[in-house]
């Protein structure tokens, strides 16, 4: 077994000060998020652009290669060296990956915003997986949508990037953000990586997005052991075929004590009396008459 991969710290401004009018022609100064173009090369082979905010970036490219089955483990790296002058990743391999040029041939273009395509093959891979036996109360889900409220992130100081965290039960494990949901999960999945067995086989994983549950998120989620997935947003229809193929937990809609279960309802331990009172509608009102 080789050593884990050695990793450049490259990590870039989050933000830059622009200069706006505003509605009533005054001028002010605002922060927007960066955005930067990641050419990763394999072994000195060009193997996708990614479009980043370069909070993490050689996390990013370690899980993406993960997330695409490139790799099986990150001690099949040597060396991930980031230079942001040129905009390029430079992954350096052991043994090299076999048939990269059969296996990246075939893509599956995805609804994620910025580079968001996935390798043919994962769909293929869905029947492989196996999900631990695990499960989330609803103190638990509304202490992480808290945590999440709470976090300080680019979204609260620059707006237009999506933010996931990493939960082990109600705490924290891990947050990023970035200009695509699909980076931030790569991204995470690249610091599990790094991390070992004891996460990797952590029963009570819970990931949290801000992002809409496409196929692609379930599909990575699912890849990294998580069984139960929590969105500020809802789910696809391939998202959600997917989460009940694998009996994935996926919550949406999760903002303050309101959400809505769309698959593995047996994953969540529901605590009813925590929601408060139900909110009387008009349509609550017409069908009382």
């Known amino acids: 077994m080789h050593s884990l991969p050695r990793l450049t710290q490259a990590a870039a401004p989050l933000t830059r000060e622009v200069s706006v009018v505003n509605e009533f022609g005054e001028t002010e100064t605002l922060s927007i998020p960066g955005e930067r173009a990641l050419t990763v090369y394999v072994d000195k082979r060009e193997l996708v652009t990614l479009m980043t905010l370069g909070a993490r970036p050689e996390l990013l490219v370690l899980g993406y290669l993960l997330n695409q089955r490139l790799i099986d483990h990150v001690s099949a790296v040597e060396s991930v060296t980031v230079d942001w002058e040129v905009g390029a990743a430079a992954v350096r391999t052991h043994a090299g990956v076999a048939d990269i040029e059969a296996r990246t041939a075939r893509r599956v273009v995805t609804t994620g915003c910025g580079q968001g395509s996935v390798f043919g093959d994962l769909m293929a891979e869905l029947d492989r997986l196996r999900l631990p036996d695990a499960a989330i109360t609803q103190a638990q889900l509304y202490a992480i949508v808290n945590t999440m409220r709470l976090q300080d992130s680019t979204y609260k100081s620059s707006g237009s990037v999506h933010g996931c965290a990493l939960f082990r039960g109600e705490h924290m494990a891990f947050f990023v953000e970035d200009v695509g949901r699909h980076n931030a999960v790569d991204t995470i999945a690249g610091w599990m990586g790094l991390q070992g067995e004891p996460m990797a086989s952590a029963p009570d994983k819970v990931f949290y997005t801000t992002g809409r549950l496409t196929s692609e998120?379930?599909?990575?989620?699912?890849?990294?052991?998580?069984?139960?997935?929590?969105?500020?947003?809802?789910?696809?229809?391939?998202?959600?075929?997917?989460?009940?193929?694998?009996?994935?937990?996926?919550?949406g809609r999760a903002t303050n004590r309101r959400f809505v279960c769309y698959s593995a309802p047996e994953r969540l331990r529901l605590q009813p009396e925590l929601a408060g009172p139900r909110l009387r509608t008009p349509a609550d009102s017409l069908a009382s008459v």
């Open 217 to 251: 998120m379930v599909i990575k989620a699912a890849q990294m052991g998580v069984p139960v997935v929590i969105s500020r947003s809802g789910i696809t229809e391939m998202g959600l075929q997917v989460a009940r193929h694998v009996g994935l937990c996926a919550i």
